[in-house]
């Protein structure tokens, strides 16, 4: 499967060690309710050693290990950049706590340079969640938190997907970094490959319950982008189907009416504008969203009479008033 997904890939876009692939600047919501400050970094390292059929990230990656000293230099450089001190995510399109993506020594240096943020986020797969993890938290003075895509709890698409994580393995890692005291961040598809186009709502939703049930404080939801090769391919025989702006919509507008209350749950918007197939009503409909990732709150659907959305006002009573 490894070789089949690769096959299909495209060249990677050439990047260099020296500087990070980009930094952004957001607000973001937090499970206490607070909105903060947050800086993702986005790192430039070694490929992840997976090969899951929906991944993109490959694609900013190094072809060889990441060198010694080069994460540090990165994140020094990107911290002349952010003023806040609250939030920042380091996501190195693999796994924080894979010694081929971040070099054991240059775990010092981080340390020293992260020592005055409150919350670092990293990102991970759980069969690299373990002992390096649980050191790191000790070590960093303010608090971890892991990203970790739980993907979908659909018992016959997660283990297709060839990400080589069962759902055991995503509720272990739970358990263990719960029992540290660390924080889980979940990342749920939407437009996931081998779940059915009319069931996908569904079973988001459900990947949603289940990640807030494992202690999840953040969970987001991804919608499914194509163009990593294996996912067109895939489409051609019927096992993937892409997503629509209509989709997100009614997949964030009930995920905020479960009403969660230890959880928050928003909707990545990376690269978001693509699914649409409207240019009158595109940008209004991803700034809704932008506002309910920080509210947290269902706000009325954007109507457009070029393409017949419809302007929905929410009822109140989903949101518990
Ligand atoms: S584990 Fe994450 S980074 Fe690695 S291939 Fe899968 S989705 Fe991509
Ligand atoms: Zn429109």
Not at 2 to 27: A, T
Not at 40 to 54: D, I
Not at 82 to 107: C, H, M
Not at 272 to 301: F, I, P
């Amino acid at each position: 499967m490894d070789r089949w997904v690769r096959s299909l890939r495209r060249s990677k876009v050439s990047r260099s060690s020296d500087r990070p692939l980009g930094v952004v600047h957001e607000r973001e919501r937090r499970p206490e309710g607070a909105v903060v400050d947050a800086t993702t970094v986005f790192l430039a390292g070694a490929e992840c050693p997976f090969s899951c059929v929906f991944c993109d990230l490959w694609t900013h990656t190094l072809t060889e290990r990441t060198p010694p000293g080069a994460l540090p230099q990165q994140l020094a450089g990107a911290l002349g950049t952010i003023g806040q001190r609250s939030l920042i995510k380091l996501y190195n399109a693999s796994n924080f706590f894979d010694p081929t993506a971040v070099p054991p020594a240059d775990e010092a240096a981080l340390l020293r340079l992260l020592d005055d943020f409150a919350q670092v986020t990293v990102e991970c797969h759980p069969r690299f969640i373990g002992d390096r993890c649980f050191s790191f938290a000790d070590r960093l003075p303010g608090a971890l938190e892991v990203a970790v895509g739980l993907e979908t709890v659909h018992p016959e698409a997660l283990p297709r997907l060839n990400k080589q994580m069962t759902l055991a393995d995503f509720d272990a890692a739970a358990s263990a970094l719960a029992m540290r005291q660390i924080g889980l961040r979940a990342f749920v598809l939407l437009g996931c490959p081998f779940v059915g186009e009319e069931e996908q709502l569904d079973w988001t939703l459900r990947s949603v319950l289940h990640a807030a049930a494992r202690g999840a404080g953040t969970i987001s939801i991804i919608p499914v982008r194509g163009g990593n090769g294996a996912l067109e391919s895939l489409g051609a025989e019927g096992h993937w189907h892409p997503v629509t702006l209509d989709l997100v919509e009614e997949a964030f507008d009930q995920a905020l009416r479960l009403n969660l209350q230890d959880a928050v749950v928003q909707v990545d918007l990376w690269d978001l504008k693509r699914v649409s197939d409207c240019d009158h009503c595109v940008e209004a409909r991803v700034s809704r969203l932008a506002a309910m990732n920080l509210s947290g709150l269902e706000e009325s659907r954007v109507g457009c009479d070029w393409c017949g959305a419809s302007r929905q006002v929410p009822d109140v009573r989903s949101r518990g008033l």
